[in-house]
Each structure stands twice: as C-alpha cells, then as structure tokens.
T-cell receptor
Framework: DTAVSQTPKYLVTQMGNDKSIKCEQN?????MYWYKQDSKKFLKIMFS???????INETVPNRFSPKSPDKAHLNLHINSLELGDSAVYFC?????????????FGDGTRLSIL | GENVEQHPSTLSVQEGDSAVIKCTYS??????FPWYKQELGKGPQLIID?????GEKKDQRIAVTLNKTAKHFSLHITETQPEDSAVYFC?????????????FGTGTRLLVSP
C-alpha cells in the first residue's frame, strides 16, 4: 500500500551516461514534484507538475527532463550525468496546485556518479 | 526569493526532555508552514503543519507556534523518546508564478539519548 514509490532505490553509474528515475503515486493527487537533496541534506525543489502540466521549473540544467504521462506518474530523465548530480532525488505528491497542502514523499533514489 | 533559516543544526537531548527547533523566513507573503521528519534512508514525512491564520497547533507531544510579525515559527517536542531521533525540516510556502512552492530549512539533526 505504498503511497509514493520510486524506482530504482539506488543508481550507480558513470559520468556521461543517461539515466531515468520513475515515480508513481496511488493517493489520487493531482500534483507531483521532484526534489534534490544534496550531501548536506539540503532539500530543494526542481520541478512540479499539476495534471501532467509543468507548473514549477527551477533553475535546473537542461540535462534534466521531467515527463508526466498521467497525473499518477512523474519520471525524471537525466542526460550526460556529471559528478555534481550525485544526490538523493525525491518524488512527492500533493492534492491541489501545491504549496499549501501536505506533500507526501517517496523514499528517494540515491544517485552516485563515478 | 524566500529564504528559510533553521536552528540549531544539531540538537542532543536526554529521553524525556523537551526539544525546540526554530525557523525564520524572509517572505511576509508565506502562508503555510509544515514540519517534516526524515529518518535514515527514508523520505521526509509530514508531522505537523500550521497556516498563517493560526498562532499555535498541537498534536499530542508535538506543537508548532507561529509569529507572523517576527516571521518565525518553532517546533516543540515534549517528553522526547529515542524514536524521535531523526532530521527535522521546517518549510515555508510562498507564491511562485501563480503557484505556491515549498522552501525548506537546512534541517536539524535531533538525537535523543536513552
């Protein structure tokens, strides 16, 4: 009965590779997010989608491309991975256009770039 | 943009003591203030939230206070238990291009010793 699930949990890859992270929520929420948590635990929003439409796009390199095939899924594709991309990436969801309703987080994808 | 400062970065208490974590925010338009608990290897979990029209909210051993004039809010945990040990994040929500987004504090690592 997992609410927000992300795959994979761990991702180890080489610099320059392309990788994808998938997220699914079964809460019936219409807004989903990607956050990045760095090694100092700082949590920062990257993207937000509402009903498959991009509503928040922070200053994230173009190498990061989110895709929402439907409102229950939000994937993140990363091209040409760099050392600085090493972090934990969290998917979250909420009801409404976000920000004033509780956000529910997945358990994260730990990305390590060699 | 919004900036959320959180103190202390580390807090050690004895079981049964109280713990207080403080946050300040910069944007007077922020109107929603959630607190999240993150255990090792897990995603942040909402533990309590408060909206700008309320000054205090309690849920069993946890309480949050909000001072809009001073732009600060605090988390109070009473009768701490070892299972309260985790990293706690405050956040503030502000409008961003028509949608609201959460800005997180830098986190407080709470250690409760038996």
């Amino acid at each position: 009965d997992t609410a927000v699930s992300q795959t994979p949990k761990y991702l180890v890859t080489q610099m320059g590779n392309d990788k994808s992270i998938k997220c699914e929520q079964n809460l019936g929420h219409d807004t989903m997010y990607w956050y990045k948590q760095d090694s100092k635990k700082f949590l920062k929003i990257m993207f937000s989608y509402n009903n498959k439409e991009l509503i928040i796009n922070e200053t994230v390199p173009n190498r990061f491309s989110p895709k929402s095939p439907d409102k229950a899924h939000l994937n993140l594709h990363i091209n040409s991975l760099e050392l600085g991309d090493s972090a934990v990436y969290f998917c979250a969801s909420s009801q409404g256009t976000g920000g004033r309703e509780p956000q529910h987080f997945g358990d994260g994808t730990r990305l390590s770039i060699l | 943009g919004e900036n959320v400062e959180q103190h202390p970065s580390t807090l050690s208490v004895q079981e049964g003591d109280s713990a207080v974590i403080k946050c300040t925010y910069s944007d007077s338009a922020s109107n929603y203030f959630p607190w999240y608990k993150q255990e090792l290897g897990k995603g942040p979990q909402l533990i309590i939230d408060i909206r700008s029209n309320v000054g205090e909210k309690k849920d069993q051993r946890i309480a949050v206070t909000l001072n809009k004039t001073a732009k600060h809010f605090s988390l109070h945990i009473t009768e701490t238990q070892p299972e309260d040990s985790a990293v706690y994040f405050c956040a503030a929500s502000r409008m961003n291009t028509g949608f609201q987004k959460l800005v997180f504090g830098t986190g407080t690592r709470l250690l409760v010793s038996p």
